[in-house]
Each structure stands twice: as C-alpha cells, then as structure tokens.
C-alpha cells in the first residue's frame, strides 16, 4: 500500500501557511507570515484574504520541495475549515477542494482549535492522556481535557476577548506596533512587575475574561498621563510587565485550579500565547513545585502552522473521517 503522504494547507487568520505529512510525521513546513495589516493596528479580512491568494502556491511548493515529493505523491489534502476569517478560510478550502478532486484524493477538512490542541505532540516527548490542555491565541481562549488525538472535553472558555487579543490590545495602549504579543512579552523582560499592579479578573469556574483588565488598564492609563503626558513613554518596561504578569497569573491559576479538579497530571499550554516567555517560564516553575508535567510547542508550533492541521489530518484519515467537496468553511468555534 502507498505510503500516506498529507498535504495540509492552514488560512485562518493572516498566516498562510503549509505542511507535509507522511506515516504520522511532520517532514516539511512552511509559513508566510503577513506583514501588510501592521499599519493598520489589526489584521483587515479582506486584506489577508488577498495576501492569501498570492501566497498560497508558493509556500506550498516550498513545503513539497522540502518534503522532496510531488503533488502526483500525494494521498490526501487537508486544510482548515474553521474557525476563522470566512474570506481567508475560503481561499484555503477552495484551494484543498480544487487540489484533492483534480488529483482524485481524499479531502480532509481540519478544525483549527483541534489543531492547536494537537500542536503539542509534535514536542518531544509528547504528553499522554489524557492532558489537559489550555488554548491561548489571538482568536481563542479555553481548557479542555484531551482523552484522546480528536476528543476533547472543554471545561472552559473566554466569555469575551482571548487572551491573545488582551495582550495585543493593551500593547496598543502602551504605543506598541501590531501584533503586540511578542512586543510587550520583548519590553516587558525589563520592566518590574511589581511597579504597576493590576487586579486580575473576577470569574467563576473555569471560564476566562479580559475585556475588564484592558478598561482597567485604559482608565490607568488616562489617570495618569492627565498628571503626566510623558508616563507612558517613561514607564513602557514595567507597564509591559504589569500587565503581562496579570495576564499570565491569571490564565496559569486557572490551569492549575482546573488540574486540581480534573486530577490531570499532564499540563499543555498551546497557540499564540504559549510562545509568551514569562508564561513558559512560570508554567514550569509552578508545575515542578507542584509535580505536574507540562507540555508548550516550540515556538514555530506555538502561532498558526500547517503541521498541527496535517497531524490532526492524519488522526481523521485513521478514524476514517474525511470530508466532501460541498463542505464550506464556518467562522465561528464548534
Ligand atoms: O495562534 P495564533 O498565531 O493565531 C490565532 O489563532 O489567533 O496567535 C496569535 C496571537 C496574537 O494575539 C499574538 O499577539 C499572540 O498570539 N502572541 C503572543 C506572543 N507571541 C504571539 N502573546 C504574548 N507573548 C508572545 N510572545
Ligand atoms: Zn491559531
């Protein structure tokens, strides 16, 4: 029998990005990140629909010929179907459809949060199950247990910005460029924390919010730069690091609550946030006091990838699940 070769192709957001799957293995992958939303302060849909366009078949080709196969090797397509910008999924849908049925393979259309979730077992070693597993990126924010590579039991969520969003929003507060994620986590390695303190957010369970600390974060803000119009600028490092050790606090606490509850031994922090430095630094520090074992992506894992869509693809095709050419893409978490 052939060997199984998965070409998997991710455009949910403003990443536009491919991977090559064979056996169960990663071989290849690459990503085009966009550039272009930067002035704008956030990413503009219809731009990264465009920017997807344009994209798509170079970085493509660029992870077969690193794959060293060809688009005749292949046995299957992959690609995300949600959630995401509708405009920016449409192009890699159409693209995985046009591909698999010209080529007469199998379709395999791939959940992005699913995706994440499987983003850790390309870490060496991988964790077992089940894990819990805290997906922090700049669209979403929510616990789940995986018991299994496509079974995941959420136990939680954001009720309102992600954790992602929280950081680039309060990063545009302190003047920082878009995405302003990695800017704040960069200033904030020289700012005391201790400096500008933030209370964290007041939410039952094991649900998430941030659209308070952003306001309360705002209103400082205003207060203080009424009695000086330079406190930003003076202050940037530790207002950084104020606000990402709340952040940071806030999501680990309820990691750590919900591992209690559930009796998890092994702790997985995974998408965008999880390349936040202070956040794998404290993760770790918490879970050796505690004997958890934890699990976050190299970085090139931890923001968007095709590798964690080709990995999920690959559990789909082994539960014999894949997807016909009517499927169209949704925008919304399910
Ligand atoms: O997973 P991802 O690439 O895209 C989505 O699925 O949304 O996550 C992007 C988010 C952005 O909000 C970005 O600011 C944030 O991840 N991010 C970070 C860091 N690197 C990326 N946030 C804090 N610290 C970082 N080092
Ligand atoms: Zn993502």
């Known amino acids: 029998m052939a060997r199984e070769i998965i070409l998997a192709v991710e455009s949910s957001c403003d990443d536009t990005a491919a991977a090559v799957c064979i056996e169960g293995k990663v071989v290849a992958q690459t990503v085009a990140r966009q550039v272009a939303h930067a002035k704008y302060g956030g990413v503009v849909p219809e731009l990264a629909s465009r920017q997807h366009t344009t994209a798509i078949l170079p970085v493509v080709q660029a992870a077969l010929h690193e794959a060293q196969v060809t688009v005749q090797d292949l046995t299957a397509v992959a690609f995300t179907q949600g959630p995401g910008l509708l405009g920016a999924l449409l192009v890699g849908t159409s693209y995985a459809k046009g591909l698999a049925l010209s080529l007469g393979i199998p379709l395999v259309g791939v959940n992005h949060l699913e995706g994440h979730a499987l983003s850790v077992l390309l870490t060496d070693p991988a964790p077992t199950y089940p894990y819990l597993v805290l997906t ?199």
Request: glycine residues 8%.
């Open 136 to 334: 922090v990126s700049g669209g979403h924010t929510q616990l789940d247990l995986a018991h299994g590579p496509l079974v995941l039991e959420p136990i939680g969520s954001t009720l309102d910005d992600a954790a992602g969003e929280a950081f680039d929003k309060i990063a545009k507060l302190l003047g920082l460029p878009y995405p302003g994620g990695p800017e704040l986590d960069r200033l904030a390695q020289n700012g005391d924390p201790t400096r500008h303190t933030f209370k964290p957010p007041q939410i039952a369970a094991l649900d998430f919010s941030f659209s308070g600390l952003k306001t309360q974060v705002l209103y400082y803000l205003r207060n203080q730069v009424a009695e000086n119009p330079a406190f930003i600028e003076q202050e940037r490092p530790h207002l950084a690091a104020g606000a990402q050790h709340v952040i940071v606090s806030f999501l680990l606490d309820k990691l750590f609550t919900a591992a209690e509850q559930t009796g998890a031994q092994e702790l997985a922090v995974v998408g965008g946030v999880s390349a936040n430095s202070a956040l794998r630094t404290q993760l770790e520090a918490r879970a050796a006091t505690a004997g958890y074992r934890t699990y976050v992506p190299p970085l090139e894992y931890c923001t968007d990838n095709a590798a964690m869509i080709a990995l999920a693809a690959h559990h789909k095709l082994k539960a014999g699940q894949t997807t016909d050419h009517f499927a169209v893409p949704y925008t919304a978490a399910r």
